[in-house]
Antibody, heavy 117, light 106 residues
């Protein structure tokens, strides 16, 4: 059974960066696209981008280009997302999700990022 | 970007039939998927490819549509179906989600 385990809650200061992780198990990490999705308080869902761990290739929603950087460590089957130049607008729950074809079949439990001084 | 429009909320009684709509601003073929999200949880894939039911969900749930108009139907609704339902399209770049429909039971 595929499981995605995300890192814990982050409280960070404005203008700083944060890196959150998503550890995958139960499937072949290198051949499954890993996506990241943002859910702001009371708001809907926004697709940030994907990384293909086998090659390291990534693609971003233009809205998040420059804000998010996706990486993956094949040795530990872990995907990472770094968010930079944080503002209060970046406060949200961030999910990793793995696709089957083009639907988000498996989701992490979410990581809450709060940006506050 | 492709905008997906959903009604924000619905309230129905247990045993009734409910339809949740999702309208796309441009054609997305059958590249629409539906998710169920309960408070404090991650979304769960419910319907993929517009009409395919994800294993583990009961046949009370069904999806239909193509092009720009899509529907999620629950018949009959049960108390445990209280949740927010999101549609998502994967046909056009960037992938986008609807704003979600919060389903409440009377």
């Amino acid at each position: 059974q595929v499981q995605l385990q995300q890192s814990g809650t982050e409280l960070v200061k404005p203008a700083s960066s944060v890196k959150i992780s998503c550890k995958s198990s139960g499937h072949i990490f290198t051949i499954n696209y890993m996506h990241w999705i943002r859910q702001q308080p009371g708001n809907g869902l926004e697709w940030i981008g994907w990384i293909y761990p086998g090659s390291g290739k990534s693609k971003y929603n233009q809205k998040f280009d420059g804000k998010a950087t996706l990486t993956a460590d094949k040795s530990s089957s872990t995907a990472y997302m770094q968010l930079s130049s944080l503002t209060s607008e970046d406060s949200a729950v961030y999910f990793c999700a793995s696709t089957v074809a083009t639907s988000f079949a498996y989701w992490g439990q979410g990581t809450l990022v709060t940006v506050s001084s | 970007d492709t905008v997906l429009t959903q009604s924000p909320a619905l309230a129905v009684s247990p045993g009734e039939r409910v339809t949740i709509s999702c309208r796309a601003s441009e054609s997305v073929s059958t590249g629409v998927h539906w998710y169920q999200q309960k408070p404090g949880q991650q979304p769960k894939l419910l319907i993929y490819g517009a009409s395919n039911l994800k294993s583990g969900f009961p046949a009370r749930f069904s999806g239909s549509g193509s092009g720009t108009d899509f529907t999620l139907t629950i018949d009959p609704v049960e108390a445990d179906d209280t949740a927010t339902y999101f549609c998502q399209q994967s046909w056009n770049d960037p992938w986008t989600f609807g704003g979600g429909t919060k389903l409440e039971l009377k």
